[in-house]
Nanobody, 121 residues
């Protein structure tokens, strides 16, 4: 099993940047595919982007392509979400997730509690 704790959320203005971190513990981090999801109250949770345990360029939602970047540091057991050019519609609770498999769009087994990102005009 793996435990996930997100940090780095906050209140920013449109156009600003923010970096979220997700610290993992409990199991071999490098074997997990990692992803970031977000959710707005009343809406389904959506995949923002993910990075398999093999690395590579990852996959991203169309709405964040070119603005958000996921990276991982296996030595620190941490995955990051760099968010640039933030928009009002990026406001959401952001969740880190892990799964024991290579398919980024698969079902995730482990979830963090989330961190709120609020973008103001």
């Amino acid at each position: 099993q793996v435990q996930l704790v997100e940090s780095g959320g906050g209140l920013v203005q449109a156009g600003d940047s923010l970096r979220l971190s997700c610290a993992a513990s409990g199991d071999t981090f490098s074997r997990y595919t990692m992803a970031w999801f977000r959710q707005i109250p009343g809406k389904e949770r959506e995949l923002v982007g993910g990075l398999s345990w093999k690395g590579g360029s990852g996959v991203y939602a169309d709405s964040v392509k070119g603005r958000f970047t996921i990276s991982r540091d296996n030595a620190k057991n941490t995955v990051y979400l760099q968010m640039n050019s933030l928009k009002l519609e990026d406001t959401a609770a952001y969740y880190c997730a892990a799964r024991d498999g290579i398919d980024i769009r698969g079902v995730y087994d482990y979830w963090g509690r989330g961190t709120q990102v609020t973008v103001s005009a």
